[in-house]
C-alpha cells in the first residue's frame, strides 16, 4: 500500500516570503499522480496543483510549484509571495494510475500553514 | 446545483443512533468516495464506488455501509453509531472516463458533514 508523508505539521511564511512544505511518499508503482490540496477554515477542499508521475517537467500554477523528484519519491510545494489568503492546511496525496480503485487518494496528515502579515 | 452537495452540514447523534449522511453530485461522474478527517490523521477512505452499482472498501470501512443505486447519490450509513466515529466527513467524486479533459480524474469535494457522537 502506498503511503504519504508530511513532515511538518505546522509551518509559518511572512507575508510575500516563499515557503516550501514538503512531502514524500513510497510506492512502488512507475505511474501515478500526485496532488497538494488546500483546505482553508471553511473546511472546502481545494485542488492546488497536479504531478503526473510520467512527466519531468514540475507543475506550476501561477504562484505555486512543485520540486517532483520522482527517484527520491519526493513532492514538495513551493508557495512564492505567499499572502494571508493561502494560510490554511495544505495536504499531499497520491493516486495510482491504474488498478481496481485506482481512483483513490491516498492523503498525508497535512501542514497547517501560517501567514504572518 | 453545480458539484457535491452533502446533508447535513453538522449533526449530534446519540450513541447506538443510526445515521444516514447523504451525498449528492451532479457532473455525472462515475467514480464517488467517503472520507472521514481527524485531526492530525487528514483524510482517511472509508468506501468507494467506481460505477453505479459497485462499491469497494477503504482503508477504514468498519462501522459503515454504503450504497450506490444510480450515478447521483452515495450515501454513508452508520448503522449504530460509537463515539470513536465523530469526525468530518467528506464526500467526492471524479471523472475516470477522460470526457472531461484537463479535470480528468480530478477529485472534486463536498463541503463535508462534521458529526458528533454522544
Known amino acids: 500500500a502506498q503511503t504519504v508523508t508530511q513532515s511538518q505539521p505546522e509551518m509559518s511564511v511572512q507575508e510575500a516570503e516563499t515557503v516550501t512544505l514538503s512531502c514524500t511518499y513510497d510506492t512502488s508503482e512507475s505511474d501515478y499522480y500526485l496532488f497538494w490540496y488546500k483546505q482553508p477554515p471553511s473546511r472546502q477542499m481545494i485542488l492546488v496543483i497536479r504531478q503526473e508521475a510520467y512527466k519531468q517537467q514540475n507543475a506550476t500554477e501561477n504562484r505555486f510549484s512543485v520540486n517532483f523528484q520522482k527517484a527520491a519519491k519526493s513532492f514538495s510545494l513551493k508557495i512564492s509571495d505567499s499572502q494571508l489568503g493561502d494560510a490554511a492546511m495544505y495536504f499531499c496525496?497520491?493516486?495510482?494510475?491504474?488498478?481496481?480503485?485506482?481512483?483513490?487518494?491516498?492523503f498525508g496528515k497535512g501542514t497547517k500553514l501560517s501567514v504572518i502579515p | 446545483i453545480a458539484g457535491i452537495t452533502q446533508a447535513p452540514t453538522s449533526q449530534i447523534l446519540a450513541a447506538g443512533r443510526r445515521m444516514t449522511l447523504r451525498c449528492t453530485q451532479d457532473?455525472?461522474?462515475?467514480?464517488m468516495y467517503w472520507y472521514r478527517q481527524d485531526l492530525g490523521l487528514g483524510l482517511r477512505l472509508i468506501h468507494y464506488?467506481?460505477?453505479?452499482?459497485?462499491?469497494g472498501k477503504g482503508e477504514v470501512p468498519d462501522g459503515y455501509s454504503v450504497s450506490r443505486a444510480n450515478t447521483d447519490d452515495f450515501p454513508l450509513t452508520l448503522a449504530s453509531a460509537v463515539p470513536s466515529q465523530t469526525s468530518v466527513y467528506f464526500c467526492?467524486?471524479?471523472?475516470?472516463?477522460?470526457?472531461?479533459?484537463?479535470?480528468?480524474?480530478?477529485?472534486?469535494f463536498g463541503p463535508g458533514t462534521r458529526l458528533t457522537v454522544l
Open positions: 457532473m455525472r461522474h462515475n467514480a
Open positions: 496525496a497520491y493516486r495510482s494510475s491504474s488498478g481496481a480503485g485506482s481512483y483513490q487518494l491516498t
Open positions: 467526492a467524486s471524479s471523472d475516470s472516463t477522460g470526457r472531461s479533459g484537463s479535470s480528468y480524474n480530478e477529485q472534486f
Open positions: 464506488s467506481n460505477t453505479a452499482g459497485t462499491t
